[in-house]
């Protein structure tokens, strides 16, 4: 039987790479999904791995700014394998010519791959340097069938959570996101909702967080989805948070929301300046932002914003009426973000065409670009013209008028009057800016952070989170758990984990900046129980 080996990057999740393995084995391969960490920086854990599994073909998918790590790992085993090697991807479809230039691919598929893939395991033999436009598999169920690694199953049963996609693409034309270049595929029902029972029967997965954006527009398909879930009597909930569009989403879409157990939804406002909103063709007003954070209050949901800050024509009249728009609308939450110009964008094709980016940088290659560690919150790429000390100045105000550091560190005052541990996943960035901000004090009683998903998105940066990972071995206990988790499913999930590691008796306290979270007077009620609990 031959084998396919799929290559993954920065998490060890990729539902594009696990419909891939599933259509190849209904074909008759065996199949496996390796996940390239960060961590192995000269391929010599991807080189045992294929050396261990001796696939047939090798394929890679990768974005944009996980290039460099994919091609440098498609380098460094190139001389060391038999296999045919294939890449794909957001960045392969987007620079094909850059990628096969490399000289480390047999073949870039540019695309949907489900409609080319079973053409090209019958004749990957004959591939020698082609580049292969996609297309969409004429049975749209097949995008509904997954396979998973060992590793990606564990990880499952462990952390109850599994992410999902309802669609692929966006009907959408942002000239920041290329989202929109591709086909919009919105997945069949019936075969969604088979899968979502799946991993649930098999896995034990408790928790879906929906991937794509426009998840939460549709009420009667978000009531189908509810009822028929209900229908079906299984104990699933959902992820704390979806995203949604503020320009789509209304009451009808809260309600069904709320009754699907979603606690917060994410919305993509990225600013309040109707200018920019008009350069980056958003199709969505101020008007929709205050809306769509009003009817979050109103329904009970927490409200979370993405604002984007170092954008080509950015001034402070824009940032000024950002923040009027956060003081006056107050969402519950603001993620701040920098822009990097990505290919396949119109306003990567501006910032080449109006100077922002040098010269010596090459607009058909992407060699140029290093990413930080620390994504996005950082500043990945200094534009020429964007004002950096502005756009910081504005992102403190910002988080200032969100903020309730305050009550937070009110909180782990009391906390540390005892030996604690912050448990959290790298898959939430949550978790990362709140050690972060525990970073920046010392901590009598910090015996560290327990990362429940040790192969999640977000990386961690030594330069900036200064508290360790808890060890057992150093025999302390912690009299106490936080996590960063308010109180709903994911808390619930952080929970279970806990009295699995620690026993029934640990407590958990939640910190997060959320209302739905323990305040002082609770905390103060958890640390008198346990020290009765502990003398008697």
């Known amino acids: 039987m031959k084998k396919l080996l799929m290559v993954i990057f920065t998490e060890n999740s990729s539902l594009a790479a696990s419909m891939l393995c599933s259509l190849a084995r209904e074909h008759g391969w065996e199949v496996d999904i390796c996940f390239a960490s960060p961590q192995d920086r000269d391929g010599s854990q991807l080189k045992l791995f294929v050396e261990r599994y001796k696939p047939d073909l090798l394929g890679f998918s990768f974005k944009s700014w996980e290039r460099n790590q994919a091609l440098s790992l498609a380098g460094a085993i190139r001389d060391t394998v038999s296999a045919k090697i294939i890449a794909g991807g957001i960045h392969p479809t987007l620079m094909p010519d850059e990628i096969i230039q490399t000289g480390f691919f047999d073949a870039v598929v540019v695309g949907d791959g489900m409609g080319v893939l079973e053409n090209i395991l019958d004749e990957y033999k004959n591939l020698n340097g082609e580049i292969i436009c996609g297309k969409q ?241 950082d500043v990945q790429l200094r534009l020429n013209k964007v004002d950096y000390e502005l756009a910081n ?61 040790i192969e999640a998105g977000f990386q961690l940066d030594d330069k900036t989170i200064s508290l360790p990972g808890y060890n057992v071995k150093i025999g302390r206990i912690p009299f106490w758990s936080v996590t960063y988790s308010f109180l709903g499913s994911d808390y619930k999930i952080v929970e279970r984990y806990v009295k699995g590691k620690f026993g029934s008796d640990m407590p958990l306290i939640s910190i997060s900046s959320f209302q739905k979270s323990h305040n002082v007077t609770e905390i103060k009620d958890f640390l008198k129980d346990r020290c009765s609990s502990n003398k008697e």
């Open 137 to 377: 598999h004429p049975n749209k169920h097949l995008y509904n069938r997954h396979f998973h690694s060992e590793s990606q199953i564990e990880r499952m049963k462990v952390t109850e959570m599994a992410s999902v996609l309802t669609a692929m693409g966006c009907p959408y034309k942002c000239t920041f996101c290329h989202s929109g270049s591709k086909k919009f595929l919105s997945f069949p029902f019936d075969s969604l909702i088979e899968y979502v029972l799946e991993l649930h029967d098999k896995y034990g997965v408790r928790s879906f967080h929906f991937l794509d954006d426009l998840f939460a527009s549709d009420s009667k398909k978000l009531e189908r989805f509810r009822k028929t879930i209900e229908q079906s009597g299984k104990s699933i909930v959902f992820s704390s948070q979806v995203t949604g569009r503020a320009s789509s989403f209304n009451a009808d879409v809260a309600a069904e929301l709320v009754k699907l157990g979603v606690e917060t939804i994410n919305f993509g406002i990225e600013t309040a300046s109707p200018k920019l909103l008009k350069f980056m063709n958003k199709k969505q007003t101020v008007e929709d932002s205050y809306r769509a954070v009003q009817v979050c209050h109103e329904f009970g949901l927490n409200c979370v914003i993405n604002l984007m800050f170092g954008i080509p024509t950015q001034d402070e009249d824009d940032y000024k009426q950002t923040l009027e728009f956060v003081e006056k609308a107050k969402p519950d939450s603001v993620n701040c973000f920098f822009y990097s110009p990505y290919p396949g964008t119109e306003l990567y094709d501006y910032c080449f065409d109006n100077g922002y980016l040098p010269e010596s940088f090459a607009r058909d290659r992407f060699d140029w670009f290093k990413p930080e560690i620390g994504g996005t919150t």
């Open 393 to 453: 100045q504005y992102m403190e105000k910002i988080n200032q008028a969100v903020g309730r550091d305050e009550v937070l560190f009110e909180r782990m005052r009391i906390i540390d009057l005892h030996p604690w541990v912050l448990v959290g996943t790298t898959r939430h960035y949550y978790f990362i800016t709140l050690m972060k901000k525990l970073s920046a004090y010392s901590w009598k009683n910090c015996l560290g952070y327990i990362n429940m998903d």
